[in-house]
């Protein structure tokens, strides 16, 4: 059983397309606005029942630091583990979150990535949406 398949245009940051073998994209740009976007990275395969990994790529060109927390409604059929990941003002890091499915289904679940750092809550939000598929 395969998770389904979708080629996305690269995720592009502050100067160009972001590189990376992450699903997801995050880039902070100098003025600290959030962004994130589907990388050409497949999700791989979702197996129901089990926990997986999905990395992201973080690319701070604001060299933002403090939290960057994932938020998300709940979705029937899906937990999510959503840690907030520490911005240390690095221009790259990687994180990552884990999706399990409970059962064989097909979910369409919107993330919202926040940075809260130096900035005192100016910092912008993003969202994407991830459609997410497991089979028996």
Do not use: Y
């Amino acid at each position: 059983m395969r998770g389904r398949l979708m080629h996305h245009a690269p995720a592009i940051g502050c100067c160009g397309p972001v590189e990376t073998d992450a699903p997801l994209a995050v880039t902070i740009n100098p003025e600290a606005r959030v962004n994130v976007a589907r990388s050409g990275a497949p999700i791989g395969i979702l197996t129901p029942g089990e926990w997986h990994t999905l990395a992201v790529t973080v690319v701070n060109d604001g060299f933002v630091t403090g939290p960057l927390a994932i938020e998300a409604e709940p979705v029937s059929g899906l937990r999510l583990e959503l840690p907030a990941h520490e911005l240390t003002g690095e221009h790259r890091q990687e994180t990552a979150f884990r999706v399990r499915l409970d059962a064989p289904t097909v979910v369409d679940v919107t993330l919202t990535f926040r940075a809260l750092g130096a900035l005192g809550g100016l910092a912008n939000h993003s969202t994407v949406n991830l459609l997410l598929s497991a089979r028996a």
